[in-house]
């Protein structure tokens, strides 16, 4: 291992950077505080890991030091400055170690050498102004950050920050989408390449194989796994919580009806839930079935997708996507059934959530058999 090769920070000097950086921050307009704040943890972690561990990713130095400062700050500042704060600071740094230095951000040694009244919004807003994109969201709080950080892979740890910011999801709804396996369930639907691309843009919907998942996860129905149930109660129960089902669904889902009743050949046809999407611009029809997928279900699902196509749909929107949400399908039957270029989908839901192990599992499978399939 390299040896550190700028010395341990004495308490009282790591104390005046860190009050300097938190200083500065707290000074910053109120509509800016939170981002400003989240910079200042990146900045007092990028002081700490230079102060403890002379820039390394490892720490070789006691922790005493940080119980100083902490028990310093906290006198100072009041809640919030904990040695295990203060290591999450650490940590936020070590997540992202260069999300601020593309922007070249104001050293903590230009921070005490600027005049009173130049503060660290001053510089810092100058610096992100001439930014293309900030280097953390406005929509994510340092809560969002903490939870996160714990996120292992990068590649997963960017594309739920990228999407908890675009979505607005508060700190629950991104720890139900973390423990939904979300990341996994939209990758086993999508080639390498496209993986890729989930974890550095987020979810892009473009096309209608963007909006599959496998599986949907509707844990907040409440329905027990071995309880017998019908499809109405399954149905009924998402338009009791159809808020969490739209969530569930993803980006740009509109509800319109269940039940939806249409007339053909004098005979009445049900689709049990119609969405409309509007970022595809086209109509969803889903079809819930609590057992096996059959044939006569994709047969049915093709029949709801024509008549909408030929006399809902309007001429200047999208052709409409069927989807079937069932407790287990068969991939060969849908291939053989369908023709290539059908607009539909099948996929299978759970009423628990799943074991992100069993998903990840399943994903590195995936993985093997696609790079295999390439080779």
Same mark, same amino acid.
């Given at each position: 291992?390299?040896?550190?090769?700028?010395?341990?920070?004495?308490?009282?000097?790591?104390?005046?950077?860190?009050?300097?950086?938190?200083?500065?921050?707290?000074?910053?307009?109120?509509?800016?505080?939170?981002?400003?704040?989240?910079?200042?943890?990146?900045?007092?972690?990028?002081?700490?890991?230079?102060?403890?561990?002379?820039?390394?990713?490892?720490?070789?130095?006691?922790?005493?030091? =940080?119980?100083?400062?902490?028990?310093? %700050?906290?006198?100072?500042?009041?809640?919030?400055?904990?040695?295990?704060?203060?290591?999450?600071?650490?940590?936020?740094?070590?997540?992202?170690?260069?999300?601020?230095?593309?922007?070249?951000?104001?050293?903590?040694?230009?921070?005490?050498?600027?005049?009173?009244?130049?503060?660290?919004?001053?510089?810092?807003?100058?610096? %992100?102004?001439?930014?293309?994109?900030?280097?953390?969201?406005?929509?994510?709080?340092?809560?969002?950050?903490?939870?996160?950080?714990?996120?292992?892979?990068?590649?997963?740890?960017?594309?739920?920050?990228?999407?908890?910011?675009?979505?607005?999801?508060? $700190?629950?709804?991104?720890?139900?989408?973390?423990?939904?396996?979300?990341?996994?369930?939209?990758?086993?639907?999508?080639?390498?390449?496209?993986?890729?691309?989930?974890?550095?843009?987020?979810?892009?919907?473009?096309?209608?194989?963007?909006?599959?998942?496998?599986?949907?996860? =509707?844990?907040?129905?409440?329905?027990?796994?071995?309880?017998?149930?019908?499809?109405?109660?399954?149905?009924?129960?998402?338009?009791?919580? #159809?808020?969490?089902?739209? %969530?569930?669904?993803?980006?740009?889902?509109?509800?319109?009806?269940?039940?939806?009743?249409?007339?053909?050949?004098?005979?009445?046809?049900?689709?049990?839930?119609?969405?409309?999407?509007?970022? $595809?611009?086209?109509?969803?029809?889903?079809?819930?079935?609590?057992?096996? =997928?059959?044939?006569?279900?994709?047969?049915?699902?093709?029949?709801?997708?024509?008549?909408?196509?030929?006399?809902?749909?309007?001429?200047?929107?999208?052709?409409?996507?069927?989807? #079937? =949400?069932?407790?287990?399908?068969?991939?060969?039957?849908?291939?053989?059934?369908?023709?290539?270029?059908?607009?539909?989908?099948?996929?299978?839901?759970?009423?628990?959530?799943?074991?992100?192990?069993? %998903?990840?599992?399943?994903?590195?499978?995936?993985?093997?058999?696609?790079?295999?399939?390439?080779?």
């Amino acid at each position: 291992m390299t040896k550190p090769t700028v010395a341990p920070a004495a308490p009282d000097e790591l104390m005046g950077r860190v009050v300097a950086i938190l200083e500065h921050a707290r000074s910053n307009v109120v509509r800016t505080v939170n981002s400003q704040m989240v910079i200042a943890y990146w900045l007092i972690g990028r002081e700490i890991v230079q102060a403890m561990q002379g820039g390394e990713s490892r720490a070789v130095y006691g922790e005493g030091l =940080l119980d100083a400062v902490s028990e310093q %700050l906290s006198s100072r500042f009041g809640r919030g400055f904990s040695t295990t704060n203060l290591k999450n600071f650490r940590l936020f740094y070590l997540a992202y170690p260069d999300r601020l230095a593309a922007i070249s951000p104001p050293s903590t040694d230009e921070l005490l050498a600027a005049p009173i009244g130049q503060r660290l919004s001053d510089q810092l807003l100058a610096t %992100l102004q001439r930014a293309e994109t900030a280097p953390f969201s406005t929509n994510l709080s340092w809560s969002h950050y903490v939870f996160l950080m714990g996120i292992k892979r990068a590649d997963e740890r960017q594309f739920y920050e990228i999407e908890s910011a675009q979505n607005g999801w508060s $700190l629950a709804e991104l720890r139900r989408q973390f423990d939904s396996g979300l990341f996994e369930r939209l990758a086993l639907s999508r080639n390498a390449d496209e993986v890729r691309q989930l974890a550095q843009q987020g979810q892009v919907i473009s096309t209608p194989q963007d909006l599959i998942k496998t599986p949907y996860v =509707l844990e907040f129905l409440g329905l027990q796994e071995r309880s017998s149930y019908s499809e109405s109660d399954l149905e009924a129960a998402i338009i009791s919580k #159809i808020e969490d089902f739209l %969530l569930e669904l993803g980006k740009g889902f509109l509800f319109e009806s269940r039940q939806k009743r249409f007339t053909f050949e004098e005979e009445h046809f049900f689709v049990d839930l119609v969405f409309y999407n509007r970022l $595809l611009r086209c109509y969803v029809l889903i079809d819930l079935k609590i057992g096996k =997928l059959t044939h006569q279900n994709l047969g049915q699902m093709q029949m709801y997708v024509n008549y909408f196509d030929r006399f809902v749909k309007r001429d200047d929107e999208n052709a409409t996507i069927g989807m #079937i =949400l069932c407790k287990k399908k068969n991939d060969a039957l849908v291939e053989i059934t369908l023709p290539k270029d059908a607009n539909i989908h099948a996929s299978e839901y759970q009423l628990y959530l799943p074991s992100k192990e069993e %998903l990840q599992q399943r994903l590195n499978q995936w993985g093997t058999l696609t790079n295999e399939e390439e080779a």
